[in-house]
């Protein structure tokens, strides 16, 4: 059974960081694509950051340069560091773990960023 727990959200000042985690169990999060998605109120869900199973990575345009996407092999977690952090980051940020055909996701984290 395929388990994703997030963790490392809450509040933080506009400029601030967060780093969240993203803790797998059932799937190798280093073999498989993984990403992070958020979906804010009234919004729709889209993509924040992904790497794929091929060790490419690829960025939505409002986050580039602020936001990375690792992950460890080890500790079978995925993470996403944010930096620089700005008002319109605030969403519930969920992780995703790609194993065609399937998709399996977290549970959800809220983040929220106080102008």
């Known amino acids: 059974q395929v388990q994703l727990v997030e963790s490392g959200g809450g509040l933080v000042q506009a400029g601030g960081s967060l780093r969240l985690s993203c803790a797998a169990s059932?799937?190798?999060?280093?073999?498989?694509?993984m990403g992070w998605y958020r979906q804010a109120p009234g919004k729709q869900r889209e993509m924040v950051a992904t790497f794929t199973r091929y060790g490419t990575t690829d960025y939505a345009e409002s986050v580039k340069g602020r936001f990375t996407i690792s992950r460890d092999s080890a500790k079978n977690t995925g993470y996403l560091q944010m930096n620089s952090l700005k008002f319109e980051d605030t969403a519930v940020y969920y992780c995703n773990v790609r194993r065609h055909p399937f998709d399996y996701w977290g549970q959800g984290i809220q983040v929220t960023v106080a102008s």
């Open positions: 059932g799937i190798a999060v280093a073999y498989n694509g």
